[in-house]
């Protein structure tokens, strides 16, 4: 398993941008699939965004399709979810996910196909 610490969260207005980091542990970043959900109150956790080890692959939902862009830079061990044209039903805990298993393109957008997990970070958007 590797060690995630998410950041980049806070309080913007509807229409607003903001970017979220995950850093994660270890010498082998590379060879993880990364991934981004999100759990609204009261709200079961949803795919939001996955990208594969060499960033061929890239997932989104599609309720952010469009807004979101997903990257990863493998010399930092970070993975970035850029967020554009935010509204107000994107407000949640952002969590970030990685899995070192060989997984398909709709396999990234299940929970369970990962192992490892930030701690979250909390994003609201105001309108």
């Known amino acids: 398993q590797v060690q995630l610490v998410e950041s980049g969260g806070g309080l913007v207005q509807a229409g607003g941008s903001l970017r979220l980091s995950c850093a994660a542990s270890g010498r082998t970043f590379s060879s993880y699939t990364m991934g981004w959900f999100r759990q609204a109150p009261g709200k079961e956790r949803e795919f939001v965004s996955a990208?594969?080890?060499?960033?061929?692959?890239?997932s989104y939902a599609d309720s952010v399709k469009g807004r979101f862009t997903i990257s990863r830079d493998n010399a930092k061990n970070t993975v970035y979810l850029q967020m554009n044209s935010l509204k107000p039903e994107d407000t949640a805990v952002y969590y970030c996910?990685?899995?070192?298993?060989?997984?398909?393109?709709?396999?990234?957008?299940?929970?369970?196909?990962?192992?490892?997990w930030g701690q979250g970070t909390q994003v609201t958007v105001s309108s």
């Open positions: 990208i594969s080890r060499s960033a061929v692959s890239l």
């Open positions: 996910a990685a899995t070192n298993a060989f997984i398909t393109i709709p396999e990234m957008k299940r929970a369970q196909e990962y192992d490892s």
